[in-house]
């Protein structure tokens, strides 16, 4: 089992940063891939980031890529969302998640076994 806590969150203006964190227990994250994921008011949940269990491969959806940067540092069983250049449009709940399966990551919710609470992201204009 892996247990999920994000934090980080909050009220930001358009253009700020913001950097998430999801501390993982249970287990160490190796061969762990992880992955973030955001769901808007009234929308489904869509693909952020994700990243390979060893941080060698990630990637990132077309419409942050550029502003956001998934890491993680697995000494300390955490990843981390770096969030920069912030738009209204990225206001949302976000999740991380972790795929326990072959380290490799997915851009699909489904592929992942455990998932985090969330933590609200709002972004004023």
């Known amino acids: 089992q892996v247990q999920l806590v994000e934090s980080g969150g909050g009220l930001v203006q358009a253009g700020g940063s913001l950097r998430l964190s999801c501390a993982a227990s249970?287990?160490?994250?190796?061969?762990?891939?992880m992955g973030w994921f955001r769901q808007a008011p009234g929308k489904e949940r869509e693909f952020v980031a994700a990243?390979?269990?060893?941080?060698?491969?990630?990637t990132h959806a077309d419409s942050v890529k550029g502003r956001f940067t998934i890491s993680r540092d697995n000494a300390k069983n955490t990843v981390y969302l770096q969030m920069n250049s912030l738009k209204p449009e990225d206001t949302a709940v976000y999740y991380c998640?972790?795929?326990?399966?072959?380290?490799?990551?997915?851009?699909?919710?489904?592929?992942?076994?455990?998932w985090g609470q969330g933590t609200q992201v709002t972004v004023s204009s």
């Open positions: 990243i390979s269990w060893s941080g060698g491969v990630r």
């Open positions: 249970g287990r160490t994250l190796s061969n762990i891939a």
């Open positions: 998640a972790a795929r326990a399966r072959d380290g490799s990551y997915s851009a699909v919710g489904y592929e992942y076994d455990y």
